[in-house]
């Protein structure tokens, strides 16, 4: 039964995972906004901890080994708007990989439970 299975598997597992992280990181990558915040991040590391945090947040096999996000990220002054268009790109990739508006319902909820951690304002 299809509920039976983790959202991981529903999304086609670690392929999906890997296609999700690649595409979405070349539309952030592009994105003159966003892009700043990665400039001195290694790609590879970048997408590694990607990848385990998707597959760990969609009930996959791999555990997120990377820093706390809110330490990974408080000294960035990410705007809420900000992580509101990292989140647009991230729906626009879940539709091109073929993730169900249902699934990707799922992943966004998720996603936005860090917002607070990742989001630092500074007024």
């Known amino acids: 039964m299809e509920s ?5 598997d529903r ?5 999906t995972i890997s296609s999700l992280v690649d595409s979405f990181y070349e539309k952030v990558l592009a994105d ?3 892009s700043p ?11 590694e901890m ?11 096999p791999l555990t997120y080994s990377g820093r ?3 330490d990974v990220h408080r000294n960035m002054a990410i705007s809420k708007r900000e992580f509101g268009r990292f989140t647009e790109h991230l729906i ?24 607070d951690e990742i989001t630092n304002d500074v007024y």
């Open 11 to 15: 999304i086609g597992g670690a392929e």
């Open 92 to 115: 626009e990739t879940l539709k091109e990989v073929g993730v169900s508006e249902e699934a990707s319902y799922e992943i966004i909820s998720h996603v936005n439970l860090y917002a």
């Open 4 to 8: 039976e299975l983790s959202l991981y």
């Open 37 to 47: 915040y990665f400039k001195h991040a290694p790609t590879g590391k970048l997408l």
């Open 32 to 34: 003159g906004e966003l």
């Open 68 to 70: 706390p996000l809110r």
């Open 50 to 60: 990607q990848k385990e945090f998707f597959s760990a947040a969609t009930g996959g």
